[in-house]
């Protein structure tokens, strides 16, 4: 069984451009949350979808930040005309449903897409 | 609203030790506990998790113990390994707020050989 899958795993952009980053969750799972890690400090919650819903995005900026989960396919956290201080590691995570601590039903990270704004 | 702070940002242990990280938590509804280990370049990775109608959970080499009263998680880690070196974050699943997991800032565990 696939874990959680994000790609690219390295993105670099220069100020102004989008970012594009996706995560295909688990097998399985159905509800998908992003966040955001600053070098050296922990992971900052920024939005949970459920498919083709936005359940709570209040961690993400107001500006220039969206996200999607549709039907079909992969979640999409998308960054438009990136800054500095968008650099940032972005991590997707997955659970089958909201997670508790049934065996197997808790909550998965991937590995990153690491972002450089230049 | 819910925050989580670890005691210690760093651990330095000699191999072989018992390893202990704690976590303070402020939201008494908070009623699920996750511990995670990040090496560095990686995502996070479970460890072990717990409910809050219990209040200690075992798994290999590691145990989480949960004090609902102090609000106070801990993981334990027996027998470190070299491998064990990574930082690791507790973080607190907030179901009354749309169910959504809140990290502390992290504890970078050192094992020394």
């Known amino acids: 069984n696939a874990g959680v899958m994000q790609n690219p795993r390295h993105l670099v952009r220069r100020r102004g451009q989008e970012a594009r980053l996706r995560c295909s969750p688990m097998k399985g799972h159905s509800h998908v949350y992003w966040y955001r890690q600053l070098p050296e400090e922990g992971l900052k919650f920024m939005v949970y979808l459920q498919k083709e819903n936005i359940i709570d995005e209040s961690g993400m900026p107001k500006e220039r930040f969206s996200a999607e989960f549709p039907k079909e396919g992969p979640s999409i956290l998308r960054i438009q005309q990136v800054v500095r201080g968008d650099s940032a590691a972005y991590f997707c995570?997955?659970?089958?449903?909201?997670?508790?601590?049934?065996?197997?039903?808790?909550?998965?990270f991937g590995e990153g897409s690491w972002l450089t704004v230049v | 609203g819910e925050s989580v702070g670890l005691h210690l940002p760093t651990l330095s242990v000699q191999e072989g030790d018992n390893s202990i990280i704690n976590c303070a938590y402020s939201n008494s509804a908070s009623d699920y506990f996750i511990w995670y280990k990040q090496e560095s370049g990686k995502g996070p990775q479970f460890i072990i998790d717990i409910r809050s109608n219990m209040d200690k959970r075992q798994g290999q080499r590691v145990t989480v113990l949960l004090n609902k009263t102090v609000k106070h998680l801990s993981l334990q880690i027996a027998a470190t390994q070299p491998g064990d070196s990574a930082v690791y974050f507790c973080?607190?699943?907030?179901?009354?707020?749309?169910?959504?997991?809140?990290f502390g800032q992290g504890t970078e565990l050192s094992v020394k050989p």
């Open positions: 995570a997955s659970s089958p449903q909201q997670g508790h601590s049934s065996t197997g039903n808790t909550i998965y």
């Open positions: 973080a607190v699943f907030l179901y009354n707020q749309g169910g959504k997991l809140i």
